[in-house]
């Protein structure tokens, strides 16, 4: 079996690549005691094992024979993400730049779903919905630091990536500065003052003008605020009472997690 004949699945590529000793510690241990840990493939792609496919190449040893193949009706992403979350120790914001790769996989199966003409299948094992909460879901982070982590991708400097993917900078603070000219968003990382940065752009929103109010009778933001919470309240409350099976109380659990996000952001 030759390697040719494998694919590398995105999901191979979900996780930050490990550093130089990492890798060197890796090469060693598998010159020493062999291949110990199966790399997994996928419909014929692979989608965990990249840095031991590597060592074993560097080292001339054959790794064919350590593959293991799921089977087709599982969710690749979800494997990958199974055997490398307890290997890693990220933080939260390196997490959210695996969330936002997850996301783009995602994304491309409900597209490719929608123009197949496949309706989404409740029961099945691959991910349905908003493909962003799923994403931040099966990652463990929340859908605002997924947002943030796509900020930081599509409008932030390599540079400005690397740093909330080393681990130098959280992925709040990175977006922030991504929404600045190129040079600024490099003098802030040069410079190591990207989380300083980011709170003169917080501070700057703050004090920045507020619209004139307008003339005339101002809307009871208080009385609004109380009658917006009791509907919410009362529209819970009216569904628990018809005691629904408790796996359909995740849908609620989620949109009241949405309606949070929603405020917060509001706020911010």
């Given at each position: 079996?030759?390697?040719?004949?494998?694919?590398?699945?995105?999901a191979c590529e979900l996780f930050p690549p490990m550093?130089?000793?990492?890798?060197?510690?890796?090469?060693?241990?598998?010159?020493?005691?062999?291949?110990?840990q199966d790399i997994i493939a996928w419909k014929g792609q692979l989608i965990d094992g990249r840095h031991r496919i590597k060592a074993c190449e560097?080292?001339?040893?054959?790794?064919d024979m350590a593959i293991v193949e799921i089977d087709e009706d599982q969710d690749p992403v979800a494997v990958a993400l199974s055997c490398n979350m307890h290997r890693r120790h990220l933080s939260q914001s390196q997490l959210s730049?695996?969330?936002d790769r997850v996301r783009d996989i995602y994304e491309k199966q409900a597209d490719a779903r929608m123009k197949a003409g496949i309706k989404p299948d409740p029961v099945a094992n691959f991910p349905q919905g908003k493909a962003r909460d799923a994403a931040g879901k099966a990652v463990g982070v929340s859908g605002k630091l997924t947002d943030a982590a796509?900020?930081?991708?599509?409008?932030?400097?390599?540079?400005?990536?690397?740093?909330?993917?080393?681990?130098?900078?959280t992925v709040t603070a990175a977006a922030k500065v991504a929404t600045l000219p190129k040079e600024e968003q490099k003098k802030a990382v040069e410079d190591g003052k990207i989380k300083e940065k980011a709170s003169e752009i917080r501070k700057a929103a703050k004090?920045?003008?507020?619209?004139?109010?307008?003339?005339g009778p101002q809307p009871d933001y208080k009385l609004a605020a109380k009658v917006a919470a009791d509907e919410i309240i009362a529209t819970v409350k009216g569904f628990l009472r018809i005691k629904p099976p408790v796996e359909h109380l995740e849908q609620v659990m989620e949109s009241i997690d949405k309606a949070s996000e929603m405020v917060e952001s509001f706020a911010q």
């Open positions: 079996m030759s390697r040719r004949k494998w694919e590398f699945h995105p550093s130089d000793a990492e890798f060197q510690a890796l090469k060693e241990d598998i010159k020493q005691n062999g291949v110990l560097e080292l001339g040893i054959p790794w730049l695996v969330s796509r900020t930081v991708r599509e409008q932030g400097i390599p540079e400005l990536y690397k740093a909330v993917e080393s681990g130098k900078a004090e920045s003008p507020k619209p004139a109010k307008k003339n």
